[in-house]
């Protein structure tokens, strides 16, 4: 793939969260943490409604896009079976009118409900359109469909706020709503040729069956995987309140940052290794990207737990616990990430199976962590039962991918990873109280990672050396 495809498919993860960062503060100074809770478990909601109506169908069409000549009848197969059943849930909710606000918010508003049930169907088909984008490597177009909801929402809060809109979960709600139909609209529009295709061919189903066989294992895998990421959020509301899940989403919403290098890697990542594999090309440079990665990511998260004390200038006071929240919330996206590396020999062997056993384990592994550790240290303690939980999932999946493809060197992954959760866990527990001596411990950290990364600091040194010696000339 060329410098500039990458660069490009990194436009869009990186100007999102640099909107992010850009809308947080302005959301959290003009709205209540009770009112940026609920827009959280929209999100969550969301989330799950796409993982489960996608029936997996949308990765399958991923490890299948390179073997199918028809692209047009090979999308028809993987999104008609969720968007025709999501219509029909969807048709049922719309006749109980105030049942999901009140389910969701614990508001009962027929408007609302409306709402979140668009908000789901919009959600479910930017989803599966954007594929078409990323597996024909449209590497700006992809990046348009992700910033441009982000653009929308900041106009239109400051556009609320200039015009003196109320600031209530109203105006919030049609915002990301809005925000949410822009970037749906827009890939739409962009993918219209395939899309038409896609409607005028005739349903394969022997090719159906191929990929339902391919994707099952990974809706219950998804499903888990879900419950890992939204669980902590379930536990928060249930033991506390919105106001509280409020804070600890604008942490989460911080540790993004982690979550930009995850999104542009896995946009790479997968459709690049599948198209080696496919071509029967060499794949010795897997190991290279791994440990590069590696060295890149425990970077980050040093350094986030070094300077994270700079976000409580841009916050009110009532997020005064977030910088130290920041390190476990940025550990989560950080090991998801190192996995979707060492993971790829599941998906190569179409192992699906095993994808799916590892997030119920770290599922279950999170279930338990939160109920012992959310009623004792609340926020904080489903911060750190959800780095536990994503450190295990990450080590499963790693043996497993070993156990059926190929065998890679673990001790550094490991030993690293593991540093840099249990120093998460005791700057969360203990950091505010002790947070000069946490320095010495993120710069002794660093110490250790350029010594057990040499080789990636060597490489680095050598290509910083080679541009400083061609631009003398």
């Known amino acids: 793939m060329k410098i500039k495809t990458i660069f490009l498919f990194a436009l869009g993860p990186i100007s999102s969260v640099f909107l992010g960062f850009l809308t947080l503060p302005i959301i959290t100074w003009l709205y209540s943490a009770e009112d940026i809770g609920r ?10 409604v796409v993982l489960i109506f996608s029936f997996g169908l949308d990765q399958a069409y991923v490890r299948e896009y390179n073997e199918h000549k028809d692209k047009g009848k090979l999308f028809k197969m993987v999104i008609w079976p969720g968007m025709l059943l999501l219509l ?7 006749l109980y009118e105030e049942a999901l606000s009140s389910l969701l918010f614990s508001i009962a508003n027929s408007t609302y409900s409306n709402i979140i049930l668009l908000f789901f169907i919009s959600s479910l088909l930017y989803r599966f359109v954007s594929l078409i984008q990323r597996m024909q490597f449209h590497a700006f177009a992809y990046s348009i469909g992700q910033i441009l909801p982000k653009i929308t929402l900041i106009i239109l809060i400051v556009t609320f706020f200039i015009f003196k809109i109320e600031k209530e979960f109203d105006s919030l709600l049609l915002a990301y709503f809005i925000a949410n139909l822009a970037g749906t609209f827009f890939v739409l529009f962009k993918t219209q040729s395939i899309l038409l295709l896609s409607l005028k061919s005739s349903i ?14 990974l809706i219950l895998g998804g499903m888990a995987y879900w419950g890992l990421t939204a669980i902590d959020k379930a536990f928060i ?6 106001d509280e899940l ?36 060499s794949l010795g440079a897997l190991d290279k990207v791994r440990d590069y990665l590696l060295f890149a990511v425990i970077v980050l998260f040093i ?6 004390w700079l976000i409580t200038f841009l916050l009110p006071e009532k997020y005064s616990s977030i910088p130290y929240l920041l390190a476990p919330c940025l550990a989560a996206p950080i090991f998801y990430l190192i996995s979707e590396v060492t993971v790829i020999g599941l998906s190569v062997q179409r192992r699906t199976n095993l994808i799916m056993l590892a997030s119920l384990l770290a599922f279950v592994c999170n279930l338990i962590g939160n109920y012992i550790l959310v ?12 780095a536990i939980s994503f450190w295990f999932f990450f080590f499963l999946r790693t043996e497993f991918s070993n156990w059926v493809w190929r065998p890679i060197k ?14 998460s866990i005791m700057f969360t527990l203990y950091g505010e109280e002790y947070f000069r001596l946490f320095i010495g411990w993120w710069c002794l950290m660093l110490v250790v990672l350029l010594i057990t990364c040499k080789e990636v600091v060597y490489d680095l040194y050598l290509w910083l050396n080679k541009k400083l010696i061609t631009s003398d000339y």
């Open 39 to 48: 827009i959280s478990i929209l999100i969550v909601a969301s989330n799950f």
């Open 88 to 94: 029909l849930v969807a048709f049922i909710f719309y």
């Open 204 to 217: 394969d189903w022997g090719l159906e069956l191929k990929l339902l066989k391919y994707s099952t294992p």
């Open 237 to 242: 509301l249930h033991y506390s309140s919105f």
């Open 246 to 281: 409020g804070v600890y989403s604008v942490a989460i919403s911080f540790a993004s940052a982690a979550a930009v290098i995850e999104r542009i890697f896995s946009i790479i990542w997968a459709p690049v290794v599948f198209k080696k594999v496919s071509n029967d090309e």
């Open 303 to 308: 350094f986030t737990g070094l300077f994270s």
């Open 375 to 386: 009623p004792r240290y609340g926020g904080s303690g489903a911060a750190i039962s959800t």
């Open 410 to 423: 673990r001790l550094k992954l490991y030993s690293l990873t593991s540093l840099a959760l249990v120093t």
